[in-house]
């Protein structure tokens, strides 16, 4: 095993781990679900309230484990697979970050959705944008459109001004701590307008590698 499944199984287990410790000071309706405004609109069993998210984080790590070794372009995934495993490693600690404010909220401990999820997703979008800037071009990772497949030229060019965009995605989902009730609004629209503007942009430079 890579040093990165070896911490990423480490992590579910802690999941698990924690999630037992817990389980019997919860209740049997634990709060699940929060509104905008961070107040909770939803409720779940007690087992699953614990063991949901640690099961997820099972399945997720079968499939991020997977796709490297699937990928038909998997020799390119290597060539920035120290990137890709940063990402995934990150994105396991912010889902168990998310697990232990779960807990946290049902015993008590009231710490708002919409301080936890800019501040993880903040920093997980701005490593995305590290991720693009040195992302080589394969089927599962990365900005991937009919045009940046298409093409190694577009896929860099995309990938270099995408990396940069998302840095700036994840600068900007920080605020919302300052302003939790529109955490929702900081979060989302930086992404959707990276998302469009990189698109777009893909599409006008392979049309101009085929001029």
Known sequence: MKKSEIIILGLILLSFIIGIYFYPQMPERMASHWNLQGKVDGYISKFWGIFLLPFILVGLALL??????????????????????????????????????????????????????????????????????????????????????????????????GGKLFKIAGVVALFGIFFQKYTLFFILAPVILVAAYTIIYSYVEYQKEKK
């Open 64 to 161: 991020f484990v997977a796709i490297p070794r699937i990928d038909p372009l998997k020799a390119n995934i290597e060539k920035f697979r120290k990137y890709y495993d940063g990402f995934i490693i990150l994105f396991f600690v912010f889902m168990l970050s998310i697990h232990f404010q779960v807990i946290l909220w049902n015993i008590g401990i009231k710490i708002s959705p919409n301080v936890i999820l800019p501040i993880g997703l903040g920093f997980l979008f701005f490593y995305s944008g590290i991720l693009c800037e040195n992302a080589k071009r394969n089927w599962f990772i990365g900005i991937r459109t009919p045009w940046t497949l298409s093409n190694d030229v577009v896929w860099d060019k995309t990938h270099k001004i």
